[in-house]
């Protein structure tokens, strides 16, 4: 099984440039979440589905979109980039049941450069 | 008040030592705790589940305190490896709760 693929690993992107990251999962997971981590912190939850066609905000989702067209797919939008956005972004997913204890599991992360 | 917070240490400690890191959540609902791994400029991988009446694995206890909405790590006899930073994650009770980690707390393990 391949998990959680995010791709690419590295960008780099002008000032007012759009992106999207991809994220995929092969796992049937119905969780699927975006978080950013700035160096040296923690992990900052941008946003996150907990189903196709699901979408919520989460701590810090100014600046970004996301959609959840498939239960594999979750991409991450960045319109108008800013220096600010400038982070790691790490794609998560995990199944939920309603009795579960549940596992993220996580992908190896995009590292973007905001220039 | 943040969801989830940790003392961000960092903690450095010598090679054997025990060392405990504890962390807070405020949602009194909070069903489902977790420590992660995370080494550096990788991604966050679990270590351990967090049940109701404490867990073990190997060297490392996990317990959990409802009444004063904290979960602890301990460390016992520390390796080397261990240098790593650890994550506290909590969940809610509803399928519709989101997955929240805390900020981590570094720690370092000196020979």
């Known amino acids: 099984n391949a998990g959680v693929t995010q791709t690419p690993k590295f960008r780099i992107l002008k000032i007012g440039q759009s992106m999207t990251l991809q994220c995929t999962q092969d796992?049937?997971?119905?969780?699927m979440y975006w978080y950013r981590q700035d160096p040296g912190m923690g992990l900052k939850l941008i946003y996150y589905s907990v189903g196709a066609g699901i979408t919520d905000k989460g701590e810090v989702p100014n600046g970004y979109n996301v959609s959840r067209s498939t239960t594999e797919d979750f991409p991450l939008r960045l319109e108008l980039a800013a220096p600010s956005q400038t982070s790691v972004y790490f794609c998560?997913?995990?199944?939920?049941?309603?009795?579960?204890?549940?596992?993220?599991?996580f992908g190896q992360g995009t590292r973007l450069t905001v220039v | 008040r943040k969801e989830v917070e940790q003392d961000p240490g960092p903690f450095n400690v010598p090679e054997g030592a025990t060392v405990a890191f504890n962390c807070t959540y405020s949602?009194?609902?909070?069903?489902?705790f977790f420590w992660y791994r995370q080494d550096c400029r990788k991604e966050p991988k679990l270590l351990m589940s967090?049940?109701?009446s404490g867990n073990e694995d190997g060297r490392f206890t996990a317990q959990l305190n409802r009444a004063s909405q904290y979960i602890s790590l301990l460390i016992r006899d520390s390796k080397l490896s261990d240098s790593a930073t650890y994550l506290c994650v909590v969940k809610g009770y509803s399928s519709a709760s989101k997955i929240i980690f805390g900020s981590g707390t570094r720690l370092s393990i000196r020979p």
């Open positions: 998560a997913s995990s199944y939920v049941g309603v009795f579960s204890n549940t596992e993220a599991f």
């Open positions: 796992m049937n997971h119905n969780y």
């Open positions: 967090v049940y109701s």
């Open positions: 949602n009194s609902a909070s069903q489902s």
